[in-house]
């Protein structure tokens, strides 16, 4: 193997090594380990690496041919800004969620109690009360539920991190909680027949609870509507994120089972339907 100096040299061998992965995984893995921007990973190919650099990004890079995905590589993934801790047994954070919390920020009022429904990572409860209170809302009451221990264990890590006071509950759906004046959630939307069609990283390494939604991807929703009234106050919202082929039938479903909810639909910045929100007119 020729001698590793530069970062050139470096993303050579990986793209070799790591050939069954895809280009932007192993830039991302590797600017991360090395500190830089994407930017700058493409600017500065030139650069000189140590011998302990080099090393520690061919033990990443051999992680990562086996089909480990890079955010757990690295122990952490990006939301909105922040740095978020993952593992494995924990969804990696998605970009499409961040405008979920950007939409749910626009409705927030002071001393509203606010649950984060399968909170995974405790990603979207972080992104929220930092960027509330940038807002002046530091007088949130935050709530964050899982049915998984390794998520809520994952979550109140991430919390104590970010100093965000949050009180952790574990639940199937909302059974069990009590009443908030927001529900928000990125619920598991995927259909069991798109399983063939995903990213094998994905498959390998994130909860399948998580990922997938039952036959058509709307087990969530069913139970969501029927017990969202008991734990909405009045004047109560919520905010789901969901499939972007799946929204006439949301549609349907908020229509019989939730009629005394004002619903609107949103695009993504892709422009396709992926978030809803729902207002109880009580």
């Not at 380990?33 to 990443?60: N, Y």
């Not at 051999?62 to 955010?71: D, M, N, V």
């Not at 919390?101 to 927030?108: D, M, P």
């Not at 994120?241 to 949103?266: H, M, R, S, V, W």
């Amino acid at each position: 193997m020729a001698k590793i100096n530069t970062l050139n040299d470096l993303n050579t061998w990986a793209t070799q090594a790591a050939a069954n992965q895809r280009p932007e995984d192993i830039a991302f893995l590797l600017a991360e380990r090395l500190g830089l921007s994407p930017s700058e990973f493409q600017l500065k190919q030139e650069l000189e690496l140590s011998l302990d650099q080099v090393q520690q990004a061919q033990k990443d890079i051999k992680k990562l041919a086996r089909g480990i995905s890079p955010q757990y590589i690295l122990g952490y993934s990006w939301f909105l800004g922040y740095k978020i801790m993952v593992q494995r047994g924990v969804l990696i954070p998605r970009f499409e969620t961040e405008e979920l919390v950007e939409w749910a920020l626009q409705s927030l009022q002071a001393n509203d109690k606010i649950l984060d429904l399968g909170t995974g990572s405790g990603c979207i409860t972080v992104a929220l009360a930092k960027e509330a209170a940038k807002k002046g809302f530091t007088d949130l009451n935050l709530y964050a539920s899982d049915v998984s221990d390794v998520a809520l264990r994952t979550s109140e890590e991430n919390f104590l991190t970010y100093q965000v006071d949050a009180i952790v509950r574990k639940a199937n759906v909302l059974i069990g909680l009590e009443k908030f004046d927001k529900i928000i959630s990125n619920p598991p939307y995927i259909k069991d027949t798109e399983r063939s069609e995903m990213d094998q990283n994905v498959l390998q390494n994130e909860p399948e609870e998580a990922l997938f939604g039952g036959v058509d991807g709307l087990n969530f929703y069913r139970k969501f509507v029927q017990q969202v009234r008991e734990h909405l106050n009045s004047g109560g919202e919520f905010f789901l994120e969901y499939g972007y082929n799946q929204k006439e039938q949301l549609q349907d479903l908020f229509a019989q089972e939730l009629p005394d909810f004002t619903i609107e639909f949103k695009n993504d910045l892709a422009n396709k339907p992926r978030m809803v929100k729902g207002k109880w007119n009580n």
